[in-house]
């Protein structure tokens, strides 16, 4: 009985997984710029493989080892190809979408030359 229960709710994480995939890729369509798409996908992507794994996790405990190394794996690579690939679009000078109104990076540049500036 306790092992049906706990295969039940790895079953349910695994779709909530799934879920969380669905709408991060539905995000990648429906986002107006790259930067906003870049958000999505990465951020969905993470929860609902987390999920996804956990899940997994529950339902085949024997592959617990090989589950942990792929959750720190994607704990460390999804943020940092998201940076990078946001940093490219940005130096490729991609354009953002019309609507968006504030753009931090810049604003943190412009600080960072006048306190060269000052510094010269």
């Known amino acids: ?19 969380f995939l669905f709408l991060g890729a539905l995000g990648l369509v429906r986002m107006p710029d790259v930067y906003n ?6 951020k969905a992507s993470t929860l609902g493989t987390f999920l996804s794994l956990i899940g997994l996790l529950l339902i085949i405990p024997a592959w617990w080892g090989k589950l ?9 690579t999804n943020p940092v190809s998201s940076h990078v690939l946001a940093r490219a679009s940005y130096c490729i000078k991609v354009p953002m979408f ?4 504030v753009d931090k ?16």
């Open 105 to 120: 990076y810049k604003e943190d540049v412009v600080k960072l030359f006048k306190k060269d500036e000052n510094n010269d």
């Open 68 to 76: 942990i190394l792929l959750v720190i794996f994607i704990l460390i």
């Open 37 to 42: 798409r870049i958000q999505a996908g990465t």
């Open 1 to 19: 009985m306790e092992n049906s229960v706990i295969e039940i709710i790895g079953a349910v994480l695994v779709l909530l997984g799934a879920i």
């Open 98 to 101: 019309k609507k968006t109104v």
